[in-house]
């Protein structure tokens, strides 16, 4: 019986610090909160949508279509913040930009066109290099001027809205054609949302990156210590700029999502805090905001798990408002479990308990 125990101990304590271990735990008590206020939350509907074409709904599909976007900035910004010890705080205006390129290309100078004025791949690939190109602009502040991730990304924070407004002439285009609009909604005969399926293929495409080269070994080198992985032949400054560019291009794919949804734009609106989601997504991962070791699968777990977070709150009615202030509570509960001495005091907890269950067997 004591045994079994001291098995059973061991086994939670390598549960508890393996680094899925944080937002299993909160997916699982969102979910029997759920369960025990309104087991309703967990049911799902196949209906047809104004096109008539058949769609799943329910909250679960809620989670599922806009957690997906989230995840998509979750690995960009999971890199970022492995590679340099801070985050990007711009990637909401960033989406704003690369949004506002994609209604520009579509829709010429004609702000509601009755024809699409380019392709959408070719609307989608100039966002792409815009994107890129102010990630790559945030990446020289920081790895080349050495200017904190947060103040140097606070540039673009400050003033990418108003760039995005400037594109389009401070008018809002409406692209009318239809096929514009499966990207954020529904692609006919499929009642999954197409967000996800954007999202399994981003997730494929870094998993494949982060196989086959040596990005995340770099990544987590230049993060744990920059000045050995200098001395290893590293070149850290690249990497950083890289990682930011690599988040930048994960802005362009959500922004196409952001435009498709109405196929329109508002400039000081669209994806509005989605930063703060993002950072929380790696927080809630078990990734040290002060860079370095990375769990990429936990990072992108983490997304969902706040969209959880937040599509309960607004089912139980809570005032949008007051979203950032349980959000807050959250990342103040995440960053207090990952500092170091609390980490020390629990192994040391964990250590004493095992100590303890070891004398009773013996």
């Given at each position: 019986m004591q045994k079994n125990k001291s098995s059973v101990s061991q086994t939670l304590g390598n549960l508890a610090r393996?680094?899925?271990?944080?937002?299993?735990?909160?997916?699982?008590?969102?979910?029997?909160?759920?369960?025990?206020?309104?087991?309703?939350?967990?049911?799902?509907?196949?209906?047809?949508?104004?096109?008539?074409?058949?769609?799943?709904?329910?909250?679960l599909i809620t989670i599922l279509d806009n957690g997906s976007e989230l995840a998509i900035l979750a690995i960009g910004m999971t890199l970022v913040t492995a590679a340099t010890g801070g985050q990007d705080i711009s990637v909401g205006a960033a989406i704003a930009i690369a949004g506002s390129v994609i209604l520009r290309v579509l829709c010429g100078t004609n702000p509601r066109p009755d024809s699409l004025q380019a392709p959408i791949i070719v609307a989608f690939l100039v966002a792409c290099v815009v994107a890129m190109l102010f990630g790559a602009f945030n990446g020289v502040l920081v790895a080349?001027?050495?200017?904190?991730?947060?103040?140097?990304?606070?540039?673009?924070?400050?003033?990418?809205?108003?760039?995005?407004?400037?594109?389009?002439?401070?008018?809002?285009?409406?692209?009318?054609?239809?096929?514009?609009?499966?990207?954020?909604?529904?692609?006919?005969?499929?009642?999954?949302?197409?967000?996800?399926?954007?999202?399994?293929?981003c997730v494929v495409i870094i998993a494949l990156v982060l196989k086959f080269t040596n990005l995340g070994l770099y990544t987590q080198a230049v993060g744990i210590n920059e000045s050995s992985s200098r001395l290893n032949g590293l070149n850290p400054k690249m990497i950083k700029f890289i990682t930011f560019v690599i988040l930048g291009l994960c802005v362009a794919v959500v922004g196409l999502i952001k435009v498709s949804r109405l196929s329109t734009i508002n400039y000081s609106v669209i994806a509005k805090d989605i930063e703060m989601d993002a950072i929380l997504a790696v927080a809630l991962g078990g990734n040290a905001l002060s860079g370095g070791k990375f769990n990429m699968?936990?990072?992108?777990?983490?997304?969902?798990?706040?969209?959880f977070l937040t599509t309960t709150l607004y089912k139980f009615k809570v005032p949008?408002?007051?979203?950032?202030?349980?959000k807050a509570v959250v990342v103040i509960i995440l960053v207090v479990l990952s500092a170091p001495v609390v980490k020390e005091r629990l192994a040391s907890l964990g250590k004493k308990l095992r100590s303890h269950t070891a004398k009773e067997v013996g």
């Open positions: 393996h680094q899925m271990f944080i937002p299993i735990i909160a997916l699982l008590l969102l979910t029997v909160f759920n369960l025990i206020m309104d087991p309703s939350f967990f049911g799902i509907t196949l209906g047809n949508n104004s096109a008539g074409n058949p769609v799943l709904s329910g909250y080349y001027f050495k200017i904190q991730p947060m103040v140097a990304t606070l540039i673009l924070y400050t003033a990418g809205r108003s760039i995005a407004a400037w594109i389009n002439m401070n008018q809002l285009p409406v692209v009318s054609d239809e096929g514009f609009t499966f990207f954020g909604g529904f692609i006919p005969g499929i009642p999954i949302p197409t967000p996800f399926f954007i999202a399994a293929a699968p936990a990072s992108i777990l983490g997304a969902y798990v706040i969209q949008s408002d007051a979203l950032s202030a349980y």
